[in-house]
């Protein structure tokens, strides 16, 4: 623990082997060591604390949490015990708790800088920005030292971001603010760049963009160093919202005299002077032409001064500079989006294209940089542009394979780059099978030839020809797509999994794969492939979807639950990690960074993929460790699930998946678009929606399933009337929301492959689960009406009732035919997958689940009710032993669903013995076959495992059935 060598006190000796302990990882030991010097030293606090910490890391929360108390109720103001209750209440995620220690410290010692200050980061902490602004005063007061003015400014700035009442904000506490800070501008106390940045943001927000300028064009805003044009840029950004074009024009002109490379001042140059043009501004006769300098006003002066960049680059001996020669086609795409005729002046765009690859054609970003101006070029030009781009590419004599080859690994990866342009340009789509099969060959014969480039590469390094690879794959998708053969997605698998044995470390292999993969139904191999992928922080937000989007769709649901765990561990660390960046931002003086820090913070909790896993992860618990009567209650609790409250932010919701993460050449119209963006997060929402209210009905199911309401108590009914209303009206959503999901689905959307993927709501409702799912669920609430009216009055709602039950078994029969089939066969030479089948077994298992913990209920209902009426016949000496019929319904029913587990768990066992008994060796492969049967074997291993996890859910379900007998 970091903090004990700043503690000066005459116990540190005595406490050191305890933090050692701790710091080691060894906490029984802390614990053991902690009670000896309390032994000795019953008053020593500190050791309290530490083994409070010990405790609270072996999983003794309570008894941690009542000995700090112990302490802390003491108010103790010792260094050494202050900073360990820190430690301990930040573990415990009780920050609020720190605050309370430090009010007490302070009090005290009032004069303490250190315990003002400690003070003043513990409300940053918990975002209770007014005390946060006393307490910097406070600390200002007690030390007049700058930073802690200006916290207490921030703190100002903070209660404006955060405040709900917008005209607060702008008439108090900015306001406030500013005044706070002029007076220190007045008094000549401004030191640091941090303040100047403050004085900024504060005018910025305020909309004062004039007094702004001023003070970044005046003499604080030479403090403005620690970025490379800083003030240049802030006053970029202030002549554009002041609509400021002459400025902003000669400023964009002055700094791309420095440095032409730079592309912002570009884009701001074109984006003023289309604006001057727009309004016909005339420079003034006298003077100069803006408080920046010279401006460009006509086009012909803009294409000159793009010209004579062009011309000082030509004109190097060393490397020139992309910006100009960019700058010249973005001009180019400009004036023809405005149809304007000068840009015949620039020259003609296709051959500017290809004198671009010859000047850059062996950069590894050539194909980002002209893949926006590919549509400069007529599609009729196509062909002959790249044969022009040929001209560049030096290759050596053709050899036996028909294909010539590069010399040196410049040339290689400008050969790659037109393959790359080719594609982007459609060219390879317009190619029959045969033409694609041809193209496939050249593009792995280019491939293995580079290999040769880059045998020295560490593991960690790609291959200069990875790109052949990737291309390849591509193609090889494109036939899988188009005609459907299943033989070209084991070729592409195969020559994925060479390419990873020579560039283990290429993410987009591992992306491709993991996507090919989970697209045939097999989630086994992705679980170590996402993995090694070793993706960071925020990308488990951005990427994690890839993981999360099939692991309990393909029958995987311990890989599913540790997913979801997986991620749910960054999401829940985001509260706490954000916080202590705010800390440092302050610290150091970053003041424009702690609004950043809170954004962020707001997107990740608002994530639609943390909704996501969160609601998939409880369900998957539910599933996994809930018995159908023993502890569904007990599950429920632990979650903390409360069915009346939906903590979704459904109206705040962000879309955070990175959906470009595979890199791509497709043209334009193959493309992901907005629309397709849109029409996606509308499906995930929906699908997100009926899982979410699906979890809420089965908390409520929950609730009741051990507390079945007797008849004839007031209180109980008024509960009973309240938890009905509760459940119908979740129904009701449930209802309207499979509504909108069908007439979703009557249009499915068509993606591109590397788009984002499909949800499981088209397969749900196919398969008929959800509306399963929705019946099951409705019989709990014919059930509390059935407990209210009891046996003797209610002949018609005892049919509907036996309705329901026969309805319920016919549409759990429905989706089990509908799961069945060969999962895997070899049918002309080629092993044939059928994932959806799998995928129906899954919603089969997760139906029969769900259907019977509503039948347990059914049954805590049914039982007592029972009971009475054969009470009330013995007393009567009724010998009519004739059942009510939603008895014998039930008991129908309990057969009926025994005997579908039994005829689940046939077939799954019969699915075993044929993917077993399947002979993968007698499959005869052209090439690479031994990678393609390796990927061939991860299939099968995995149809196998998820098979296996089925069946172990089933087994536990059909043991607890007997608990159903009434």
């Not at 003797?792 to 509908?818: G, M």
């Not at 070899?826 to 044939?832: R, V």
């Amino acid at each position: 623990m970091a903090t004990r060598g700043h503690v000066q006190d005459p116990n540190d000796r005595r406490l050191r082997p305890i933090y050692d302990y701790l710091d080691n990882g060894n906490n029984k030991m802390a614990i053991q060591q902690a009670d000896k010097l309390l032994k000795k030293h019953k008053d020593l606090h500190c050791a309290k604390v530490l083994k409070s910490i010990g405790l609270q890391r072996t999983g003794k929360q309570d008894e941690a949490f009542n000995l700090a108390q112990e302490v802390a109720t003491l108010e103790p103001t010792d260094d050494n015990s202050l900073q360990a209750l820190t430690i301990l209440y930040r573990e415990m995620q009780r920050p609020e708790l720190v605050t309370k220690l430090y009010e007490a410290a302070v009090k005290k010692v009032p004069l303490s800088e250190e315990y003002h200050s400690h003070l003043f980061m513990a409300y940053a902490r918990v975002g209770e920005y007014k005390k946060m602004q006393q307490a910097g005063m406070t600390l200002y007061k007690i030390v007049p030292k700058n930073p802690y003015y200006f916290w207490s400014v921030m703190s100002l700035v903070m209660q404006a971001i955060s405040a709900q009442d917008e005209k607060l904000a702008q008439t108090m506490f900015l306001p406030l603010a500013e005044r706070m800070v002029e007076k220190m501008v007045k008094e000549d106390k401004i030191e640091a760049e941090a303040e100047v940045q403050l004085y900024f943001m504060i005018l910025e927000r305020l909309g004062k963009c004039v007094e702004a300028l001023e003070v970044v064009r005046g003499p604080l805003g030479e403090k403005l160093t620690s970025e490379l044009q800083s003030r240049e840029t802030k006053s970029m950004i202030l002549y554009k919202r002041l609509q400021q074009w002459p400025e902003c024009n000669a400023l964009s002109h002055k700094l791309l005299l420095k440095n032409p490379d730079d592309w912002q001042f570009y884009l701001s140059y074109f984006d003023s002077l289309f604006h001057l043009m727009d309004q016909s501004w005339i420079p003034p006769e006298e003077g100069d032409n803006s408080a920046e300098g010279k401006v460009h006003c006509s086009m012909a002066e803009a294409v000159q001064f793009i010209q004579e960049r062009i011309a000082v680059e030509d004109a190097k001996q060393s490397r020139p500079l992309r910006g100009p020669y960019l700058a010249r086609l973005e001009l180019i795409h400009r004036l023809g989006a405005r149809g304007c005729r000068e840009e015949s002046q620039l020259g003609d765009p296709t051959e500017l294209i290809a004198r671009f690859f010859g000047k850059f054609g062996d950069k590894p970003c050539c194909i980002t940089d002209l893949k926006i101006y590919l549509h400069l070029i007529p599609p009729d030009l196509h062909i002959q542009f790249i044969n022009r781009l040929g001209e560049f590419v030096p290759l050596g004599e053709a050899r036996e394979e028909g294909f010539a080859f590069p010399g040196e690994t410049r040339d290689l990866q400008r050969h790659q780059c037109m393959f790359q342009l080719t594609r982007a340009l459609g060219v390879h789509h317009t190619l029959d099978i045969h033409g694609k099969l041809r193209l496939i060959a050249e593009l792995k014969a280019h491939y293995y030839h580079g290999l040769q480039f880059g045998k020295s590469c560490l593991k960690t390094e790609l291959q200069f020809s990875d790109m052949y690879c990737l291309m390849a794959a591509h193609v090889y998708i494109d036939l899988w797509t188009e005609t459907g053969e299943e033989n070209m997605v084991w070729q592409c698998l195969g020559l994925l999994d060479e390419g990873l044995s020579h560039s283990p470390a290429n993410a987009q292999f591992k992306l491709l794969q993991l996507l090919l993969f989970c697209r045939l139904g097999a989630f086994e191999p992705v679980v170590d492939l996402y993995s090694s992928l070793d993706a960071k922080h925020v990308q488990h937000d951005t990427i994690g979807y890839l993981l999360t989007r099939y692991a309990e769709s393909l029958g995987q649901f311990a890989a599913a639950s540790q997913s979801c765990n997986f991620s749910l561990r960054f999401f829940h660390s985001n509260q706490k990690d954000t916080s202590e960046y705010i800390i440092q931002a302050y610290k150091y003086g970053a003041f424009e960074k702690i609004p950043e820090f809170i954004a962020f913070r707001s997107r990740l909790n608002q994530s639609l993929h943390f909704a996501q896993v969160r609601t998939e992860r409880m369900l998957l618990d539910l599933y996994l460790e809930a018995d159908i009567s023993l502890s569904l209650e007990d599950s429920v609790k632990v979650m903390g699930m409360s069915p009346e409250e939906d903590d979704i932010p459904w109206d705040n919701m962000r879309d955070n998946r990175d959906l470009t993460v595979f890199t791509s050449w497709e043209p334009k119209d193959r493309q992901l678009t907005e629309e397709h963006k849109r029409l996606s997060v509308e499906e995930e929402s929906i699908w997100l929606r009926i899982r979410s209210l699906t979890l809420r009905l089965i908390a409520s199911l929950a609730l009741l399933i051990h507390a079945p309401l007797p008849r004839n108590s007031d209180k109980t009914n008024e509960n009973g009337v309240m938890d009905n209303a509760m459940g119908l009206n979740l129904l009701s959503q449930l209802e309207q929301t499979l509504q909108a999901a069908a007439q979703m689905a009557e249009k499915p959307t068509q993606y591109p492959f590397l788009g984002p993927p499909s949800t499981r709501l088209v397969q749900a409702l196919s398969s008929g689960s959800c509306h399963c799912q929705a019946a099951a669920l409705q019989l709990s609430v014919k059930l509390q009406e059935l407990e209210t009216s009891g046996l003797d009055d209610s002949s018609e709602l005892q049919t509907q009732i036996c309705n329901s039950f026969k309805s319920l078994v016919a549409q759990l029969q429905e989706i089990l035919n509908k799961s069945k089939g060969d999962l895997l066969e070899i049918k002309d030479n080629c092993l044939k997958t059928k994932p959806s089948l799998l995928e129906n077994l899954v919603f089969f298992v997760e139906t029969m689940c769900l259907t019977l913990w509503v039948a347990s209920y059914c049954a805590n209902i049914l039982r007592p009710l029972k009971s009475n009426l054969l009470k009330k016949k013995k007393k009567k000496k009724d010998t009519n032993t004739a059942m009510p019929a939603v008895v014998c319904g039930f008991q129908e029913l309990s057969g009926s669903l025994q005997s579908l587990l039994i005829q689940a768990l046939e077939y799954i066992r019969g699915q075993e013995t044929n993917l077993t008994s399947l002979k993968l060796a007698s499959l005869t492969v052209e090439d690479d076959g031994i990678f393609i049967k390796a990927a061939m074997d991860k299939v099968l291993s995995s149809y196998l495992r998820s098979l296996q996890e089925l069946g172990d859910l089933l087994k536990k379900r059909a043991e607890t059935i007997k608990s159903l007998k009434i």
